[in-house]
């Protein structure tokens, strides 16, 4: 359970939400505008983006979100939404990576289509990427920030039925994980929320593998499902708990638990790689400022 004091350091703070229009994604944002935050919602899901941002201005009385069409795919579209809650809201807090398909999650032996089988990587994973180099850059202007990326147990489990849906996920947990030094650089912490089976359209849209129901399907439908709470509070635990980073907190039936990762074996390093790694943690933060130094001048003095 979340402490009320807690919640109430959302008031004011200006959320940016993926694929928000509906399930997870609006449930979420549905708890931050309820503690005060602003919300700027990116989806392709127009009409239903629209609305919920509608009726969150309504129910307030002022200007508390906004609404871009938003394809996660796109570096352009990415960095639309971010400058829109620049504009709107005045800068970044917090970001939630949400948007995601579970379609052709088994696609060992469906038709080789190029544009089908990328799909699922280029939402799930590509998207994820593309969307934190932006955050990062709008997070650091602001001072800080918190992103999380809404991955799944698929990331650490796997089910000869969701081939491709494994993969896409497994790439956001190794992705989370390697951002260590990102406080120390520009006070940005990256963790991600993974919840077992929830109630939402994902679950329909693996059910099908080309013409057939996959059999799997029958397994997924009678699995306990994880309550649409336990994520919402999994991502608000991650951007308030300053401590957490790089975590991969898994939401399940029965709550909140973490997934640590491995730990590396003897065998990976020696006494010469030891000494390395000193030394490179020493020049690494430096080092990455100077980057990020560049890279923020690239992209906000870039000519539009």
């Known amino acids: 359970m979340l402490a009320s004091d807690s919640l109430s350091s959302l008031k004011g703070k200006v959320a940016v939400l993926t694929g928000a229009s509906r399930g997870i994604g609006k449930a979420i944002a549905d708890a931050l505008v309820k503690h005060g935050a602003y919300v700027v919602i990116g989806d392709i899901l ?60 088994n696609s060992m032996f469906t038709e080789m289509d190029d544009e089908l089988e990328e799909r699922m990587i280029d939402i799930n994973t590509t998207a994820v990427i593309k969307g934190t180099k932006v955050a990062l850059l709008h997070m650091a202007k602001r001072g800080g920030g918190s992103i999380v990326h809404l991955a799944s147990v698929a990331g650490f489990f796997s089910s000869p039925s969701l081939a491709s849906y494994n993969a896409s996920k497994h790439g ?28 939402t359209d994902l679950i329909s849209s693996v059910k099908q593998t080309g013409k057939e129901d996959d059999p799997y399907y029958n397994i997924i ?35 909140l638990e ?20 000193e030394e490179y943690l020493k020049n690494a933060v430096q080092t990455a400022k100077a980057q990020l130094a560049a890279a923020m001048e690239r992209y906000f003095l870039a000519k539009i």
Request: net charge negative.
């Open 46 to 105: 127009v009409a239903e983006g629209e609305q919920l941002v509608a009726d969150y201005n309504a129910n307030a009385g002022s200007k508390v979100a906004a609404f871009i069409r938003t394809d996660v795919t796109k570096y352009s579209d990415n960095q639309a939404l971010f400058k829109l809650a620049d504009a709107e809201f005045g800068g970044v807090d917090y970001a939630l990576l949400n948007a995601g398909i579970g379609s052709n999650a």
């Open 172 to 199: 956001v947990i190794g992705y989370t994980r390697s951002f260590q030094l990102m406080p120390r650089i520009c006070n940005v912490r990256v963790n991600a929320i993974c919840p077992y089976w929830v109630e």
């Open 258 to 277: 973490i997934m640590e990762p491995l730990v590396p074996l003897a065998s990976f390093g020696n006494e010469k790689t030891a000494q390395l790694q």
């Open 221 to 255: 439908k009678n699995s306990p499902r994880t309550k649409v709470k336990t994520v919402v509070d999994g991502f608000l635990t991650l951007i308030l708990d300053e401590a957490r980073n790089t975590q991969t907190l898994m939401a399940l039936p029965e709550g």
